[in-house]
Structure formats: structure tokens, C-alpha cells
């Protein structure tokens, strides 16, 4: 098997079921539908984390986030800025670090949300390129964060480009792969982390420029957008990665270049994740299920659909196994290869996953149908196989069964460093309807 060319994408705050291949009624992803269609769609992909940098972590290395002091800040904020520990550590192997050794080309195209530099950035940590911001979320023309703060970033300089963000990243991502497509047909294959800010607040789309000056002093928008505008939002990137595919096509790259397709966490305000309940903060479906798509025709028959249970640093080990990438022994890897899945779609194995928040306390652990929940003082237990919903609470009818996965996450838990005293907690958007025991 020949190393591909990666591009790995990620959205941000998209919900589970906000591509038309996940159900949704609106047609906001006709390409990302077609790569769905062209290759493999798995209905049971999670993110490491129900908010946008902890998923950051795990993706960049592969293991639990709670190994990281910086990844217990749910998320990293403002008040990071100058901090020695809050971040992405520049000695720990990451998964483009580890890619470049193996002699891979590496770029990130969009958010790093994983400390703010000298300290940590994007070039520290592997990456060849970089362009995109620092923080969390930036208004899509001022290109300004929370704070009125400018912070758009070329390489290790600060940049001015004029544009609305996400096609910027899209653009930047295109000339990339003009740019390396020679050297990529001759053999040295690239890695592209294509990580969008869309359709993450504040809502704006591509008309809605007038919104900049109001919006960049007040980034959360609050009292702004609207189901439309946020389906708009996800049409642009959809649009963005369309150009992408056929670029990809036009440098007869297609064939030989894996596409992974993802979001950090579950969907926020405007985001119809029906049937899921919750959404960002929260670790009921709604927080932490989310769209996986691959797409890679060298290896992956069209209209595959895949069940196999899966957490975000899932996707780098499979990467590195797909590269043939050395693991550091030091740092042995949590995520657990996909590569068999990609082969064949109807092989299925057994993976637990483990989730926990200070925010409301929550705990969560998925093994096959099962998946053991509390938050604040109230436990849960469902099948989600029958009921994906999370409705009907088994706790009582199953003591056994809630006992076992209660150890079991006890057990996991003593293996995780504990959560620091002072560690940041977003107030986001709290848990829907979820029943008193």
C-alpha cells in the first residue's frame, strides 16, 4: 500500500446530524454528501472532548487529553495568553511531528486552539506551515478574537489578509497543494490539518460583512444568527472543500490522497442534531457523537458504512499506522487504529471509551450498546443501540450493569491524572431534559 497524501479536516461545533449524509433536511453538504457517498460514513464516531481544545489535544497526540495539564481548561480562553503551561507541550510528539520524521510534508490550515506563542504554536509542535489563528474563535473578516485581539497568523508572523476566514483557509489550502503537487506525484507525500472555524460562532456568512464592526467587539453574538445563516455557514466550507476535491482531482492526486472529515465536538446554538440530545459541554450524544466521513479511492470502495465505535485520537493512530510512522515509546498512543475499518467495513471490535468534564462532573464510558452517564449526582444508564435518544434510564432496571461500568470508569480514572484545582469551565449550553434518579 502506497503512503497517501492526508488531509485531515476538521469543523468546528458541527453536530452529528448536520450534513444532509446524517440526515439533515436542508442541502447545506452536497460535496461532503458525495465524499460520504464515495467512501466510507461511520455512524458511531465520538470526539475526545464535548468543547473545542481538549479534542484539539487528543487529536495532536493521539492520547487521552487528560494526560495534559492544558487540556483540563474546557476550553482554553483568553487568560491563557502568556501562560508557560497551558498549552501544547513543543516536547511532546504530536501527530505532524511524527509525520515529518517519516518524511511527510506538513501544513495546518486553520484553528490551533492549543496555547498561544512564544510559548506554544503550530511550528513548535511539527508543522511546516501554519496559517489560521491562535484562539478560539475569531470574527470570519476582522479576523479579531473575544477580546478585540487581531490574531491571524502566516507561519510565526502575525498577517492582514482581507476575506471572509473560511474561505481563506480554503484558498490557502488549494495553493497549497498546487504548490506541493510535484514533489507529492514524485513521492514525498504531504499532510494538510485543514481545521475551519465554521460554522462556530459568531454567525456570520459570507454577505454578512456589514456585521463586522458590531460583532468583533461583541464575538459571542448573542441576540445574532439564525438556523440559516448557520446552515449558510456550513454550505461555505462545504463549498471550500469542494474546490479542495477538485483541485485534488485537476493535479491527478484524488486516487491517492485519504480524506478524513470530522468536528471537535458536537453542535451549539443553531445545530438540529435530531435524534441526539445536548450538544457542546455535554456528554449525552448530542456533546461528543459526530460526522465521520473518509473518502480515499485507492483503498476505500464507494457507499460504505461502517457501525465500529471510534473517539477522535482514533484517527491518529490510524494516520501514523497508515504512514508507518514510529511511535515514541514514552508516549504510547490511546487512539487505536481505524486502518482495518478502511479495508473492510463490515469488521467491527470492541472499543471503550472514557469521557469526563468538571463541568457539572460529568462521567461517561461507551462499550458496545452501553453507555454509563452522570451528571451532578444523578447516574444513567443506556442501551444506546435502542435508544440513541438517551431517554429511558435503565439504571435501576440493570443494577449490575450500571455497578460494572461505574468500576469500570472508576478504574480508568486512576489511571488519568486528576483535574487541577482553578481549571477554566465555559458555562456553554447545559444538558436538555435529563430526568432526576
Known sequence: MNRPNIIFIVADDLGYADLGCYGAKSNASPTLDRLALNGLLFTQGYSNSPVCSPTRFALMTGRYQYRLRGAAEEPINFKSRGNTTLGLPVDIPTLPSMLREVGYQTALFGKWHLGFPPQFGPLLSGYDEFFGPMAGGVDYFTHCDSQGIHDLWLNGEETAEEGYL??????????????????????????????????????????????????????????????????????????????????????????????????????????????????????TEGGIRVPWIVHWPALIPQNK????????????????????????????????????????????????????????????????EWKYLKVDENEYLFNIGADERERANLAEYFPEQLRSMRESWLSWNLTMPEIPQGANISIGYSIQNMPQR
Not at 483541485?247 to 471537535?264: G, V
Open 166 to 283: 473560511t474561505d481563506l483557509l480554503s484558498n490557502k489550502t488549494i495553493e497549497y497543494i498546487q504548490k506541493k503537487s510535484a514533489v507529492a506525484r514524485a513521492g514525498t507525500p504531504f499532510f494538510i490539518s485543514l481545521h475551519y472555524t465554521a460554522p462556530h460562532w459568531p454567525w456570520e456568512t459570507r454577505d454578512d460583512a456589514h456585521l463586522a464592526s458590531e460583532v468583533k467587539n461583541n464575538l459571542f453574538h448573542l441576540h445574532g444568527g439564525n438556523v440559516k445563516t448557520y446552515q449558510q455557514m456550513i454550505h461555505h466550507m462545504d463549498e471550500g472543500i469542494g474546490k479542495i476535491v477538485a483541485t485534488l482531482q485537476a493535479e491527478n492526486l484524488l486516487n491517492d490522497t485519504l480524506i478524513i472529515f470530522t468536528s471537535d465536538n458536537g453542535g451549539e446554538r443553531f445545530s438540529d442534531n435530531w435524534p441526539l440530545v445536548g450538544g457542546k459541554m455535554d456528554l
Open 305 to 368: 458504512v461502517s457501525t465500529q465505535i471510534g473517539i477522535t485520537m482514533d484517527w491518529t493512530a490510524t494516520i501514523l499506522d497508515i504512514a508507518g510512522a514510529h511511535i515514541d515509546p514514552e508516549y504510547p498512543l490511546d487512539g487505536v487504529s481505524m486502518l482495518p475499518i478502511l479495508k473492510n467495513a463490515n469488521h467491527l471490535f470492541e472499543r471503550p471509551l472514557f469521557w469526563r468534564m468538571n463541568y457539572r462532573g460529568q462521567r461517561a464510558y461507551r462499550v458496545d
